[in-house]
């Protein structure tokens, strides 16, 4: 099977120990070769200086760093400095997101959409910055249908995306029923399939029901037979991940996306598993 891009996807870490952790982390995955790591953005950008901390460290070492922007709660102004501090540094990828209102904050921000950002991105930067945007296989949660999610997909990704980054998910067919349906919608951008290793299966599925991501009911009954089994979950989550990833790139995904949740050894084994060599 031909090895195809990958690309791997952190959070900011709240501790110099977690910092730490993930320097560990990252030199094993780097080992591999990654397109790029990138960096989420809490929401509202709660995590923002942290964030910018773990994406000049990823930068210093050499390699592609990509942090997430998010547009809700904040302002023109607070974007424009960050990109323009992004650009200071050589960073040159941007992975473009609405992101969460947090809890409590009562503005949304001067922007309401993802395509809001993108626009304002290219304005301000021209082709500086290659831009991820997210896609939605099993849809967003807060669409109201899903002819309406994937016409505002195609506004996002007309506005100035180069490349799609998906939501996790567990169905082929959802992934392959999507870049069906955008092309379709005439989007040619290169959808990339997020991939969300398994390791405890609470932990998955607060995350599930939190994204609209599913988790098929075999996949659910089996998991809570093992109880707190965890050992069991994650060779099981290894198996299901591993044969997704092959039916994915079988299928012609581009490259793949993996969320790490700052953990190297599931990654590193899906990866190991369908031919990927250090």
């Given at each position: 099977m031909n090895n195809i891009p990958v690309s791997f996807e952190f959070f900011p870490p709240q501790t110099a120990e977690g910092a730490e952790k993930l320097t560990a982390v990252r030199a094993r995955l780097a080992a591999l070769k990654p397109e790029f790591f990138s960096v989420t953005f809490g929401a509202g950008g709660s995590t923002q200086d942290r964030t910018l901390d773990t994406i000049r460290q990823i930068h210093a070492e050499g390699h592609q760093a990509a942090p997430h922007l998010s547009c809700v709660g904040s302002t023109r102004d607070n974007i424009r400095n960050l990109l323009l501090t992004y650009k200071d540094i050589g960073i040159r990828r941007i992975v473009a997101l609405r992101g969460d209102l947090p809890s409590g904050m009562a503005s949304i921000g001067e922007f309401q959409y993802a395509n809001e950002l993108v626009e304002f991105i290219r304005a301000e930067t021209g082709d500086h910055f290659h831009i991820e945007v997210a896609g939605y296989p099993e849809f967003h949660p807060q669409a109201v249908s899903a002819q309406s999610d994937l016409l505002n997909f195609k506004r996002k990704v007309e506005a100035g995306a180069d490349s799609v980054i998906t939501q996790y998910f567990y169905n082929a067919d959802a992934y392959f029923n999507f870049v069906e349906a955008a092309a379709k919608l005439g989007i040619?951008?290169?959808?990339?399939?997020?991939?969300?290793?398994?390791?405890?299966?609470?932990?998955?599925?607060?995350?599930?029901?939190?994204?609209?991501?599913?988790?098929?009911?075999?996949?659910?009954?089996?998991?809570?037979?093992?109880?707190?089994?965890?050992?069991?979950?994650?060779?099981?989550?290894?198996?299901?991940?591993?044969?997704?990833?092959?039916?994915?790139?079988?299928?012609?995904?581009?490259?793949?996306?993996?969320?790490?949740?700052?953990?190297?050894?599931?990654?590193?084994?899906?990866?190991?598993?369908?031919?990927?060599?250090?």
């Amino acid at each position: 099977m031909n090895n195809i891009p990958v690309s791997f996807e952190f959070f900011p870490p709240q501790t110099a120990e977690g910092a730490e952790k993930l320097t560990a982390v990252r030199a094993r995955l780097a080992a591999l070769k990654p397109e790029f790591f990138s960096v989420t953005f809490g929401a509202g950008g709660s995590t923002q200086d942290r964030t910018l901390d773990t994406i000049r460290q990823i930068h210093a070492e050499g390699h592609q760093a990509a942090p997430h922007l998010s547009c809700v709660g904040s302002t023109r102004d607070n974007i424009r400095n960050l990109l323009l501090t992004y650009k200071d540094i050589g960073i040159r990828r941007i992975v473009a997101l609405r992101g969460d209102l947090p809890s409590g904050m009562a503005s949304i921000g001067e922007f309401q959409y993802a395509n809001e950002l993108v626009e304002f991105i290219r304005a301000e930067t021209g082709d500086h910055f290659h831009i991820e945007v997210a896609g939605y296989p099993e849809f967003h949660p807060q669409a109201v249908s899903a002819q309406s999610d994937l016409l505002n997909f195609k506004r996002k990704v007309e506005a100035g995306a180069d490349s799609v980054i998906t939501q996790y998910f567990y169905n082929a067919d959802a992934y392959f029923n999507f870049v069906e349906a955008a092309a379709k919608l005439g989007i040619n951008a290169p959808i990339v399939p997020g991939i969300m290793p398994i390791m405890r299966f609470s932990q998955l599925a607060r995350f599930s029901d939190a994204c609209g991501a599913e988790i098929p009911r075999w996949m659910r009954k089996t998991m809570e037979g093992y109880n707190d089994d965890v050992e069991a979950v994650q060779a099981f989550g290894l198996d299901v991940v591993t044969a997704l990833c092959e039916k994915l790139i079988a299928g012609g995904a581009p490259a793949l996306h993996l969320y790490t949740l700052n953990q190297a050894n599931a990654p590193l084994e899906i990866l190991n598993r369908l031919g990927y060599r250090a």
